[in-house]
């Protein structure tokens, strides 16, 4: 055998591995990235679901701000009652002590 054969072949020979190491290589990476029709599917459902429950998560936000300001506003208004009440009270009680003096007065 020639040394010229002999340089061909070993050539060749480490072409053809070089070829399959890079053929594995390949393989191997798309073997690993590879995303199977399922799993899109089920990501597109997952993403589906997610922004359906944020959608339900900003009305309920929406409906809980309208009923605080609902539950807020009825809060001053009976808080304006009790005052007008708790008023209408300390002027009965002192027109009671006005009257209670002046019977007393009046008695003796």
Known sequence: MSPRFQFVLATAAILFVAF???WFANWLLHRFTRVAADDVAQLDRMSQELHEAEETRDQA?????QREAELTNQLSQTEAELRAAMD???DARHETEEL????EQNRS
């Open 88 to 90: 209408g009270l300390r």
């Open 100 to 103: 209670r003096a002046w019977i």
């Open 61 to 65: 936000i929406t409906y809980l701000q």
């Open 20 to 22: 399959c190491m890079g």
